[in-house]
């Protein structure tokens, strides 16, 4: 007895586990002879069988099974018929000839099936019978059936009867748009193009929302021309898939006759209820725009959400700056509502330009709060000479800190405005810390000698915060002389000042060694925030000057200096730093030891390797992980992995 028979014998029994186990069997070795008894229990009231002998009859395939599925389409069992209807699509296709014979069967839920399953065959000869039950079937279904069949081969052959179908029932004419769309071919097109006229609104609208989708430039001419005699529904419709089809680049492209029609349809296009279609229009009029179109993309702008519709609202604003300096934008300066106005001010920031200064400059008095920190906004932006008057006048404008700000960015950090200096180092002595560290940065932009004499007498002043922004001051503007009352800063009993005097002392270090020697002056600074500054900086000094240095901090009580030093050893690549950072492998803080695997890792060769190996007998799976890290890394520089 062969193996397929046992099987076959097998499928025969009572018992669930030795019938799933049969099944099973069969599949894997391909059983013919077992595809009745498989089929027979698809219709098993256990689910565990039923998946067993639909796995077995998909992997034998072939004719057999069909023929023995096949009966199962009319059984009243809705699972088993599903069941069947699966397999069939799978493996239906291997004969043909009873598939196509459904489609002649008395039953027209047979009819159905036989449509359906023929879909899923991936076979050009598939589309003829299809054809026929699409135009000649009684039973509306079937028809609508073989049109999504069709659209599921998606063969440009199947377009001339899906064309004539369009004569159908509304509802077979839905299928038969979406076929045609998923056939994307030339021949789609005008199928689609010539139902057009003879359309309900609906069916038309779902036509052209097919033909955008194609995205085939030969609709477009064709969409145009249908455009006038069309319902603004329908119209909006047209305008969203001529700019699918075309872009909003292209539309410049157009005939001189079509291109103002155009612009008019999408001008209305604006006003449909449908966010898609707005947003077609947009892109087309950022292209093709006007003054209308300008103020009608504002309108429309004002209303949307700046969270939910937040690229809408982006692509809006683009639409407005491409076209340019118009009055409707110009207008929107005074905008009833407070969005139209800030969108204003936006695309007008984009367009920039003297002009648009201008324009934005006599807007400022008339402005209320919010519209005024938008507009200096912008004009940081657009600005240049010819705002510093304008910025000049706003320094006494004290009680909007944002507004006072961003004059002191335009006269200290953009234009460097010498004649405000002494104003702006006044606002050294507001109580808003915002106002305070703006005016700081545009006195330091600004520099000079006599505001850096100015700095100089303010870092002999009794309060610390005055102190502290000298010195940082004096650090940036770099004048001679600074230097000596830097140093004089590090003895400053105010730690934060100290550290302000050691980046500035940083500033200098250059590859002649200036200012190294006053950084490395506070390496054993009373406190911990200083000397962790102090090895920072050594780990940024050219040339690697601040490894010996480094090398003196991995003895420090502080566990952060510790890592800092580590760290920057590391960084560095200081192979003379090896032999020094074994021993922290086992430092009493775990942070140091496992920056120290880091560190080895980074720096690498012959010592480091090997520490790292015996680094591996850690019981700590963190510490271990980190020393496999560090050893790959070694391994993958030295090209072993």
Same mark, same amino acid.
């Given at each position: ?31 013919? $002879? ?9 219709? @098993? ?37 599903? *069941? ?102 030339? @021949? ?10 003879? @359309?309900?609104?609906?069916?038309? @609208? ?44 292209? *539309? ?58 937040? $690229? ?95 004059? *002191? ?233």
């Amino acid at each position: 007895m062969t193996d397929c028979k046992r099987i076959a014998l097998k499928l025969s029994a009572e018992d669930i586990d030795a019938l799933r186990e049969a099944a099973y069997e069969a599949g894997e070795r391909g059983c013919v $002879e077992a595809v009745p008894q498989l089929a027979r229990l698809l219709a @098993s009231e256990s689910l565990g069988v039923q998946e067993a002998a639909d796995m077995a009859l998909r992997r034998i395939g072939g004719k057999e099974v069909v023929t023995a599925v096949l009966p199962l389409l009319r059984s009243d069992d809705a699972p088993v018929r599903n *069941l069947s209807m699966d397999i069939l699509r799978q493996v239906g296709g291997d004969d043909f000839p009873s598939l196509v014979g459904l489609l002649h069967d008395p039953d027209p839920d047979i009819r159905i099936f036989g449509s359906d399953i023929l879909g899923s065959t991936n076979n050009k000869l598939a589309v003829s019978p299809l054809c026929d039950a699409l135009l000649k079937d009684p039973e509306v279904n079937v028809r609508y059936q073989a049109a999504v069949s069709l659209g599921e081969l998606a063969h440009a052959s199947a377009a001339k009867c899906l064309g004539k179908a369009m004569e159908d029932d509304e509802w077979v004419q839905f299928a038969v748009i979406e076929a045609l769309s998923k056939i994307r071919d030339g @021949s789609s097109v005008n199928a689609l193009v010539k139902a057009l006229d003879k @359309s309900s609104d609906l069916v038309a @609208s779902m036509i052209v929302e097919a033909l955008g989708e194609i995205g085939n430039v030969k609709a477009v001419a064709m969409l145009i021309r249908r455009m006038d005699a069309s319902p603004a529904v329908l119209r909006n419709k047209i305008v969203k898939a001529v700019l699918h089809i075309l872009g909003g680049k292209s *539309l410049t492209l157009l005939p001189a006759k079509d291109r103002g029609k155009f612009r008019d349809y999408l001008l209305a296009a604006l006003s449909d209820d449908d966010t898609e279609i707005q947003d077609a229009a947009i892109r087309g009029l950022m292209f093709m725009g006007d003054d209308a179109a300008s103020g009608e993309i504002l309108r429309l702008a004002a209303q949307m959400d700046p969270d939910a519709d937040s $690229e809408r609202l982006e692509a809006a604003v683009a639409a407005l700056a491409a076209i340019g300096l118009s009055a409707s934008l110009q207008a929107g300066l005074s905008h009833a509502e407070p969005a139209g106005r800030h969108i204003a001010v936006t695309a007008l920031s984009r367009i920039g330009g003297e002009k648009v200064s201008e324009l934005l400059i006599a807007a400022y008095p008339g402005a209320d709060a919010e519209l005024r920190r938008d507009i200096v906004a912008a004009l940081l932006t657009v600005a240049g000479p010819e705002a510093r008057e304008f910025f000049l006048a706003l320094l006494d404008e004290a009680g909007d800190e944002a507004v006072l700000k961003a004059a *002191l960015f335009y006269l200290g950090r953009k234009t460097r405005v010498e004649e405000a200096g002494e104003r702006i180092f006044a606002l050294l002595a507001d109580p808003r810390d915002d106002v305070k560290e703006a005016a700081l940065e545009a006195c330091t932009a600004l520099g000079g000698e006599a505001l850096n004499n100015r700095f100089l007498e303010l870092a002999d002043d009794a309060d610390p915060v005055n102190r502290l922004m000298a010195v940082y001051a004096l650090g940036k503007i770099q004048q001679p002389g600074n230097m000596a009352r830097i140093a004089k800063a590090l003895l400053d009993p105010v730690p934060d000042i100290r550290k302000i005097a050691l980046e500035a002392a940083a500033d200098a270090c250059d590859e002649s060694g200036n200012g190294l020697e006053l950084i490395v002056s506070r390496m054993d600074d009373e406190a911990p925030d200083v000397r962790r500054t102090v090895v920072e900086l050594l780990g940024r000094c050219p040339l690697g000057q601040g490894v010996p240095y480094l090398l003196r901090a991995l003895a420090d009580p502080d566990d952060w200096v510790r890592v800092r030093a580590v760290e920057a050893l590391g960084t560095l690549r200081a192979s003379e730093a090896v032999l020094r950072l074994i021993p922290l492998l086992h430092d009493a803080s775990k942070l140091v030891s496992l920056k120290t695997v880091e560190a080895l890792g980074d720096i690498g060769g012959e010592s480091a390797f090997r520490a790292l190996l015996e680094a591996l007998g850690n019981e700590d799976p963190e510490f271990q992980a980190a020393a496999e890290e560090a050893i790959a890394k070694i391994q993958d520089r030295q090209g072993d992995r």
